[in-house]
């Protein structure tokens, strides 16, 4: 298994005890769905001042990681192509299954998703995750900046910091989309400059000007190019 704890005595210890709090509140609320796999979730508690969380060991590399090959002209082979639209495939899997319970994983991004031996994807962290019926919740505010959907980050900026977005599916399939976009290329699908503060690059993020796939792909593949471009 995989355990998720916070360190009492550390900075912002209370802030992560919360989280995970509320990722327990989502995992079980998911399961109760029929979102999830229901072996995901194993047990949550308390310790001394702290909280952990414990989940299913999931065997697989980050989506950066698992992208290496095909970011090279060596990716362009029979092989890899329907890998990369395998992946692909069972990652919206995971996702629509959420959206048909009316919920969002509101933070897809490379680091969320790993790849497994047989090439199939798997969803992990749900603490931010969107739903119906979460009065008690701690406000979302966005989560990685470089895969953040134009809409959510349009909402950030123009409210106040303790103001809930609520993220929808679409959030997800654009993030899902930036992702395989940055994997793949190696460039994020919004440019601007590493050293731009996060309300900058929600600004650029928010005009929707993704760079064009054509001048930034390391190979030709239509189908999968034309799978992120819906996205």
């Not at 990722?23 to 995901?40: G, S, V």
């Not at 047990?43 to 909280?51: F, I, L, V």
């Not at 490379?110 to 009065?135: F, H, K, R, W």
Request: charged share 25%.
């Amino acid at each position: 298994m995989a355990l998720k704890a916070n360190a009492p005595d550390s900075e912002g210890a209370r802030d992560k005890a919360e989280k995970l709090a509320q990722e327990n509140r989502h995992l079980l609320q998911l399961t109760q769905a029929d979102a999830i796999d229901r072996a995901y979730r194993i047990e949550s508690g308390t310790w001394e001042d702290g909280r952990w969380l414990a989940v299913r060991w999931i065997e697989g590399e980050l989506l950066w990681r698992a992208f290496r090959i095909a970011r090279g002209p060596e990716g362009d082979c029979p092989s890899v192509r329907p890998w990369l639209l395998g992946i692909a495939r069972t990652w919206a899997q995971r996702l629509a299954a959420m959206h048909a319970a009316d919920w969002a994983h509101a933070d897809v991004q490379p680091t969320n998703t790993l790849v497994t031996n047989s090439g199939s994807t798997e969803v992990i962290d749900y603490a931010l995750a969107c739903g119906p019926g979460q009065d008690e919740r701690i406000p979302y505010r966005g989560a990685l900046t470089h895969t953040t959907a134009p809409e959510v980050a349009d909402a950030i900026l123009s409210t106040s910091d303790d103001t809930h977005v609520q993220a929808g599916p679409a959030a997800d399939m654009w993030g899902l989309g930036a992702s395989l976009f940055w994997c793949w290329t190696g460039h994020r699908p919004v440019a601007y400059e590493d050293d731009l503060d996060r309300l900058g690059k929600l600004h650029a993020i928010a005009k929707g000007r993704t760079l064009r796939l054509e001048d930034v792909r390391p190979w030709v593949f239509p189908e999968f190019e034309q799978l992120i471009t819906a996205c």
